[in-house]
């Protein structure tokens, strides 16, 4: 029984996905001016995602509950909330529903059915038992938005929708070969994620280039990054945040690329730790100078999944629990982030920092909106006391002895990330304004969101206890589990 919470909590948003289909406006309304029709069926859509999603996340719940990691096999196909996934599932399931509270009802409209699409397609990736379940799920992550994006007027869209197609086929071609070289050797069980990362496969190298590429695009990793910036500038707010907060392409990558990679070459994890290094600076730099306030969030999130990397390629328990706690708090963090300016974009519209811009000193006008972003920007980006201090101090101490040059490069991308957030903050909200700014402030739903995230980020800081034990545990508990249901 316990073992079908598990279809039911992935099962979920795809419910919703198409209950919003039927009763949320058309994405036509958000250019119409507030009709009491539209707007009360956007606000049904938003709460029939709160209890269907929160649904989803006490179905997590009651399974980690329990203590043990059942398998839910459906035919060839296979859920199982082990390893990693038993911290990062519900870390996304949660930065969806802060962003959903707080979304603005104008972009409450049948195409966030797209977004919650999106999120059950992470969590098939997450709790993938089987090359299908993962192949299906990581396939519906890119397909599902493509006529979104094909119809968005954003420069670039097609350089999305390039990458997107790309990734599908990368990861289908690596798991394909996996799978045939499974075949060819009789393994009982040639579908299991296992036997296609197996080193003694024949196309064990090609099926770690294809993997590796298909998770550095979908993180944007230099130089795979061109779909990023047009994403960030036309995704709806939900979607961005869905996209962002749930990054799959770190859940290939531990799942598959770096077992097979650490099998094949003794000299991978430096390698390995070297790309999510170059990953983060990259994206820490380019941050630095970015004057598009979506784009600037979006960059930071990419350096700290870059940080993420480098613990997760580490070997040794302790920087691998730091990446697993990491994952979690950007998520957490990208959320509350995305709320602030999903906020102030509702109120201005797109944003941007530079000197010319009318979105300036915004304080006086949104005091809760400028606080909100400088505390929950000062907890993602580690300052002690937060949980991204403690996943970053984990990676540090797993890093230091071994790799003292990564680590001290690392902490150069954690500070810029830091300068990052507070020339923005500064810019958005302090200083003399620009305009007469005579916007409301944020709403109730738009602050409670804002506090659960906070709340999330300091408490488990505070007291990490808890969650690192947990996450200690789900670093162990990668294997599979001989119990089905």
């Known amino acids: 029984m316990i073992a079908w919470m598990l279809g039911l909590g992935v099962a979920l948003p795809f419910v919703l996905a198409l209950l919003v289909l039927g009763i949320g406006p058309q994405p036509a309304a958000e250019l119409r001016a507030t009709a009491d029709g539209d707007l009360e069926r956007a606000e049904r859509v938003r709460w029939g995602a709160l209890v269907l999603v929160g649904l989803s996340l006490a179905a997590f719940a009651v399974v980690a509950w329990r203590g043990d990691a059942p398998l839910l096999r459906l035919g060839p196909m296979s859920l199982s909330l082990d390893g990693p996934a038993s911290l990062l599932a519900p870390s996304y399931l949660v930065a969806a529903l802060l962003a959903t509270l707080a979304a603005p009802r104008r972009s409450l409209t049948r195409a966030t059915s797209v977004a919650f699409a999106v999120l059950g397609a992470s969590l098939l990736v997450a709790l993938a038992g089987d090359v299908l379940t993962l192949a299906l799920g990581w396939a519906l992550g890119v397909l599902v938005p493509l006529r979104l994006h094909l119809r968005s007027a954003v420069r670039g869209r097609r350089v999305i929708v390039g990458f997107g197609v790309a990734r599908v086929a990368l990861l289908s071609a690596g798991l394909a070969l996996g799978v045939w070289a499974a075949m060819e050797r009789g393994d009982a069980a040639p579908l299991a994620l296992d036997a296609v990362v197996s080193p003694r496969s024949p196309f064990a190298v090609a099926t770690l280039v294809l993997v590796t590429l298909a998770a550095l695009a979908r993180m944007a990793v230099f130089p795979f990054h061109l779909w990023l910036m047009p994403f960030a500038d036309a995704a709806p707010p939900l979607l961005f945040v869905v996209k962002f907060a749930a990054n799959v392409g770190l859940v290939v990558l531990i799942r598959l690329a770096l077992p097979l990679a650490t099998s094949l070459f003794d000299d991978a994890v430096p390698f390995v730790a070297l790309v999510g290094l170059l990953a983060a600076l990259h994206a820490a730099l380019r941050a630095v100078g970015e004057t598009r306030l979506r784009r600037v969030v979006a960059l930071l999130t990419g350096s700290q999944l870059g940080i993420v990397v480098v613990g997760a390629s580490a070997l040794g328990e302790q920087a691998a ?21 999903n906020a102030v974009e509702a109120r201005l519209g797109a944003v941007t920092l530079d000197v010319r ?77 620009a305009d007469a700014h005579a916007v409301p402030d944020l709403l109730l739903r738009e602050r409670v969101a804002l506090a659960v995230a906070f709340s999330l980020l300091v408490g488990a800081g505070l007291a990490p206890s808890p969650v690192v034990d947990f996450a200690r545990r789900a670093v162990h508990g990668g294997a599979p589990h001989a119990h089905a249901e």
């Open 321 to 341: 629990t730091g990446a697993v706690v990491g994952a979690a708090a950007v998520a957490l963090g990208t959320s509350g982030l995305l709320v602030v300016v």
């Open 357 to 433: 811009s009318g979105a300036r000193g915004l304080a006086e006008a949104m005091p809760k909106a400028a606080l909100a972003w400088f505390v929950v920007a000062f907890t993602t980006v580690a300052i002690p006391g937060s949980l991204a201090f403690v996943a970053e101090d984990l990676v540090l101490h797993g890093l230091l002895a071994a790799h003292p040059v990564l680590t001290v490069l690392m902490l150069l991308a954690s500070i810029l990330n830091a300068v990052t957030v507070m020339r923005a903050g500064a810019s958005l909200f302090l200083g003399p304004a």
